[in-house]
């Protein structure tokens, strides 16, 4: 008797199905009138960065919170390639927002733990709602490789946890198990931090004598935290990918109506060279985003290796573009009021946000048998 032959591996779906651009179309209307860049610009220098109209729009009016939430809790049983959408058009707008910490990686940990009733279920309906945010009270460059919980139990500081600030539920990972934390409860202090990026704000979390409620043990918990951070890494790959196609696409327009010795100073060959490269960077990096975005969506075992994979690459890309973007604008590049200065923040930020590039590469190598870099 034969073996049966063994099924090849599914070819990952790269392009944009009809839905999916509709929902991006809708993202984009939605930024273009609440979150131009003079008002993302105005909003770093306010005390509250984030516009609620904005985030009750994109959560509920759009109903982008609830993607990655089944129907049946509350959400729109969506998956992560719409969620890529989503974020795509956060990281062109560099909108102020905590889609990838609540409305992802807080919400595909609390999905972790398989739990259709109870207090993780009530929370993950509320998050899909809009209601409320949550962020995972770990810190923002932590890599889905390797993850220990920061704190012993209910007791001691977490830095440079992204959106804590203006969260209303953290999830802290302790070596107990995982425990859903009330951010205005007394017993915890959440302590602004000066970011590079002002449009995504980090935090000092700080608990003594808190008192949350237990979600799952220890070794539910470091499954659950190790996913909602793949899922994050993954997604996160999406926003770097909007953001460089936005600095390219403005590098284009800019230097092909700035003129210079009565000519464009796109025309100049060495300049339409550095656009082509970076224009191949791009396109590179769009691949490999929705490369780990159809992975994430479909379950697929090589998923880490396609979330490293991205991360490696794309984080790269977005820091460049956003370089390329500054210099080619010349002295308006430079100037405040100009967002391209934004942009290079966040990308700056993101290529440190769960693992670096030098992380990813190291697991791409693991997971795929081959020497360390």
């Not at 984009?28 to 509250?48: K, M, N, Q, S, Y």
């Not at 990838?100 to 109870?118: F, I, M, P, Y």
């Not at 994979?309 to 100009?338: D, F, K, N, P, R």
């Amino acid at each position: 008797m034969t073996a049966p032959a063994q099924q090849p591996p599914a070819t990952p779906d790269l392009l944009y199905s009809r839905d999916e651009e509709d929902l991006r179309a809708a993202v984009r209307a939605l930024l273009a009138d609440r979150a131009d860049a003079p008002t993302v610009i105005a909003a770093t220098e306010a005390d509250t960065p984030y516009d609620q109209r904005l985030w009750s729009s994109l959560a509920t009016g759009i109903g982008a919170a609830g993607l990655l939430v089944p129907e049946k809790l509350g959400g729109q049983g969506a998956s992560h390639r719409e969620a890529a959408v989503v974020l795509e058009e956060l990281g062109r707008a560099v909108a102020p927002a905590p889609y990838l910490t609540s409305s992802v990686v807080a919400t595909e940990t609390l999905l972790a733990l398989g739990a259709e009733d109870g207090p993780a279920a009530a929370l993950l309906g509320e998050l899909a709602s809009g209601a409320r945010t949550a962020v995972l009270a770990v810190p923002f460059a932590t890599s889905p490789a390797g993850v220990d919980a920061p704190l012993a139990s209910l007791d001691g500081t977490v830095r440079g946890v992204a959106d804590a600030a203006v969260a209303d539920v953290l999830l802290v990972p302790t070596a107990e198990g995982l425990y859903a934390v009330g951010a205005a409860d007394p017993g915890v202090a959440v302590q602004p931090l000066v970011p590079l990026d002002l449009t995504r704000p980090l935090a000092a979390v700080t608990l003594s004598g808190a008192v949350g409620t237990l979600l799952a043990n220890a070794d539910a918990s470091a499954t659950a935290v190790r996913r909602g951070l793949l899922a994050g890494a993954g997604l996160l790959a999406s926003e770097q990918l909007g953001l460089a196609e936005w600095c390219l696409t403005e590098t284009v327009r800019y230097t092909r109506e700035r003129h210079q010795f009565n000519r464009p100073v796109g025309s100049f060959q060495s300049l339409k060279h550095r656009m082509a490269q970076l224009w191949l960077e791009v396109v590179s990096a769009r691949a490999a985003a929705r490369n780990a975005a159809d992975a994430l969506a479909t379950g697929s075992p090589d998923a880490p290796l396609a979330v490293a994979v991205a991360q490696a690459y794309c984080s790269g890309v977005a820091v460049h573009a956003a370089e390329e973007c500054v210099q080619l604008h010349g002295g308006i590049g430079m100037t405040w009021e100009h967002p391209a200065h934004l942009y290079l923040k966040r990308a700056k930020a993101d290529s440190i946000a769960y693992g670096t590039a030098g992380r990813h590469r190291r697991t791409v190598a693991e997971l795929a048998e081959l020497p360390a870099p």
